[in-house]
């Protein structure tokens, strides 16, 4: 049985193109981190859809789902700042977006894109070692400390005996799992991940994610993840973001989200539901 | 980072002094060693002093200067491009700047009329190439080089266009300056306070460039403001391509071979590429021009012809290299 929506939040059955938003309108609190009101993204060619008006405070983990080309990265990259906003506007941590610093930004959240480009040779080190860079003046250069957080990044994402590789050397998992020590080693309040499970083996899926999890319970922490994996963001997010592919959205809890009959319209997929663990599984239906 | 550093400085240094004692000691007529010294004591004979410190001084700053310059604006344009092809000459600047040049000396102004056409032409080039590469989108590596190619053959016809009206008369001095040439440059200091200064510029920079080398929407999430970057470093990279060539012409593939053996040699580090780059750039145009003035002495080769040679097999090299 699917959970029963939240007193305050609308269910996500009420959804209909044409109809606007359906969310759960928790308000900006002094400690959240990153708040965006009305927000629309620019996607060319695309009209408007739901603004998006969302709160996401510390110690949660967000999930946005959404099928192929329904602005997912896109938004992802617009509240990092990376993106102009079609309207609406974002304030992190009380401050509107535009007005802090890439720098200052860069300190607040950082962002794992889903694709990784290395323009020059350089190692597995010195690639985590950027992540630093927010923190450093231009005269400083990198202190033991700093090599001591890349280091301690590449242990935790399983790299530490690749250090001295060259990237272009490692395997699409290992590159991908670099990318997110990187943004370890950055450090911000808040962390935005595309994708960040996409070439993974399971165990390394589920290594990322608890790491994830044990971020977002520290002080001053959360997560934004997109992830195409129902039934890991079942497991791992407690708030979710239905991107449809007009631009539609809804977003709450996750139990109040994880509705078979919105994740099917959402993927337009016919959808077998059973339960493991007392958590709801979504599997695709072949027919 | 700092080991390298201090490697790359520890090697570059003294081999930078040593190129230059070479230019010295080399030419048309070869000075022993304990001569050379004598010049700088004063005890030498009057030939020696006025070759020494006239002569060969003046002309082995000026190609060290600007073999610097080049060999940085390459190593920058490679970084803002993400390719390590870009080069100034290879983007058609040179070019430009030859158009100025010959311009000019077709209607017979001075040097220094010269010198300022070609730096007009430099920065034109540069302003046409990356401004139609750069349209309304980014820099995407492969447009900006067929651009710059493109360009290049442009200017390519001017020059022969100009050379085919030109007197007789004149066509030594323009084939000589088109080929690239350190015999006119007479005051190498301007061109070495531009170096100074742009080493000083890009050393705090570096850091920034290398997470710029990721990518400009990577380099934008770790706290780079990559537009004002980017600019920087186009019009330091096109003002240092002009100084460069005003003083010696149309001298090829610095930019692109120096960077490129630095990088092999010690790593990526654009705070250790860009003054390794300054200074094996230097050595490299100094080194060139002490060999074009001695092979066929007491004639002497456009300088552009060795670094030509040896730039184009390291060129199609990289070109192979990179699938």
Redesign the interface.
């Known amino acids: 049985m699917p959970p029963v929506p939240s007193k305050t939040g609308s269910s996500p059955h009420a959804h209909a193109p044409g109809l606007g938003a359906r969310s759960v309108h928790e308000q900006p609190g002094p400690k959240t981190l990153l708040a965006s009101h009305d927000l629309v993204i620019d996607v060319p060619g695309r009209a408007d859809g739901s603004p998006l008006s969302l709160t996401v405070n510390p110690g949660q983990c967000w999930g946005i789902l959404g099928p192929n080309g329904a602005g997912k990265s896109t938004l992802l ?1 617009t509240l ?3 993106r102009t906003v079609r309207s609406g506007h974002i304030e992190v941590q009380g401050r509107a977006l535009r007005e802090l ?7 607040r959240l ?2 794992v ?1 889903q694709t ?8 597995v080190l ?1 690639t985590a070692l ?2 630093r ?2 923190y ?1 003046r ?5 202190t033991a400390e700093d090599y001591e957080r890349a280091r301690a990044s590449l242990a935790a994402m399983d790299l530490a005996d690749l250090e001295h590789r060259m990237v272009d050397t490692l395997s699409g998992g290992e590159r991908q799992r670099l990318a997110i020590a990187t943004v370890l080693t ?1 450090d911000p309040n808040l962390l935005l991940l595309d994708e960040p499970t996409s070439q993974l083996d399971l165990h390394h899926q589920v290594a990322v994610l608890n790491r994830v999890r044990g971020i977002v319970a520290q002080a001053e922490r959360a997560a934004v993840l997109v992830l195409h994996d129902v039934n890991l963001a079942a497991r791992y997010c407690d708030h979710l973001l239905l991107l449809y592919p007009d631009g539609q959205a809804c977003w709450g809890p996750a139990n109040t989200m994880l509705v078979p009959s919105a994740l099917e319209r959402l993927y337009n997929q016919r959808l077998s539901v059973g339960e493991v663990d007392g958590l709801p599984v979504f599997l695709p239906r072949s027919e | 980072m700092t080991r390298s550093f201090l490697l790359a400085t520890g090697v570059l240094l003294p081999a930078s002094l040593l190129a230059i004692l070479i230019a010295l000691a080399y030419g048309s007529v070869a000075i022993p060693l304990g001569d050379l010294f004598a010049v700088f004591t004063g005890e030498a004979s009057r030939l020696h002093s006025t070759l020494v410190l006239e002569l060969r001084l003046p002309r082995a700053l000026a190609a060290f200067a600007a073999g610097g310059l080049l060999g940085v604006a390459g190593a920058l344009m490679q970084v803002l491009l993400r390719n390590p092809l870009a080069d100034p000459y290879v983007l058609g600047l040179s070019g430009g700047a030859s158009v100025g040049a010959l311009l000019s000396m077709l209607a017979g102004l001075s040097m220094f009329y010269v010198s300022a056409a070609a730096f007009a032409g430099a920065l034109l080039s540069t302003v046409i190439v990356f401004g139609l590469a750069h349209g309304t989108g980014s820099w995407t590596p492969t447009r900006l080089l067929l651009t710059g190619v493109v360009v290049a053959a442009g200017w390519g016809a001017m020059i022969s266009f100009i050379l085919a009206i030109s007197p007789t008369a004149e066509l030594p001095g323009m084939l000589y300056w088109l080929m690239g040439d350190v015999s006119h440059a007479r005051n190498p200091y301007p061109a070495w306070g531009v170096l100074v200064l742009v080493v000083l510029l890009a050393l705090p920079l570096g850091r920034t460039l290398n997470v710029l080398a990721r990518g400009p929407m990577q380099a934008a999430a770790l706290g780079v403001a990559v537009r004002p970057v980017e600019w920087t470093i186009y019009v330091v990279a096109a003002l240092i391509t002009a100084t460069a060539v005003t003083q010696v012409g149309a001298v090829g593939f610095v930019g692109l071979i120096v960077p490129h053996m630095l990088r092999l040699i010690f790593g990526n580090d654009q705070r250790v590429i860009l003054p390794a780059s300054a200074l094996a750039g230097g050595i490299l145009l100094t080194l060139a021009d002490t060999l074009a003035r001695t092979i066929i002495a007491p004639e002497q080769l456009p300088v552009g012809v060795i670094t030509a040679m040896l730039g184009v097999p390291v060129f199609l090299f990289l070109l192979y290299r990179s699938r």
């Not at chain 1, 231009?138 to 990198?142: C, G, H, K, N």
């Open positions: 990259q990092a700042g990376l610093s890439r720098a200052n930004l860069a300190r950082g962002l894109f990784h480009h290395d323009g020059f040779p350089a190692t010195e950027i992540g860079h927010p450093l231009p005269w400083d250069i990198e950055q």
